[in-house]
């Protein structure tokens, strides 16, 4: 289970967990699009918006597609934007959604 939601943010992970970075990370980049619970993420209300990316919450990732996404601006015909994060920043990402990802809480 989650932590207890931290500040304001909505982030369900407490500061000293090893995938706060990551959960930080997604929250501060990619909710615009995405929804997961774990980062607070509620993506955009209007789902018909073709910038809208999966639903995290609703489907498991690897940490390799996680940065294939990352790297190339999500899969096939997406509109994500490539490298919004990078390096460790995108490692980090990857790993808080690998974990996260699918639990559909």
Excluded: W
Aim: with cysteine.
């Amino acid at each position: 289970m989650f932590g207890s939601a931290c500040g304001s943010s909505g982030i369900q992970l407490e500061p000293g967990d090893p995938n706060y970075e990551g959960a930080v990370l997604f929250a501060e980049r990619c909710s615009g699009c995405h929804t997961l619970k774990a980062a607070g993420a509620k993506g955009s209300a209007n789902r018909k918006l073709p910038h809208q990316g999966p639903i995290l919450d609703e489907r498991q990732e690897t940490v390799e597609d996680v940065l294939y996404a990352i790297r190339n601006g999500g899969f096939a015909g997406a509109l994500m934007p490539q490298n919004i994060v990078t390096g460790d920043e995108a490692q980090a990402v990857a790993e808080f959604v690998a974990e996260y990802a699918g639990r559909n809480e």
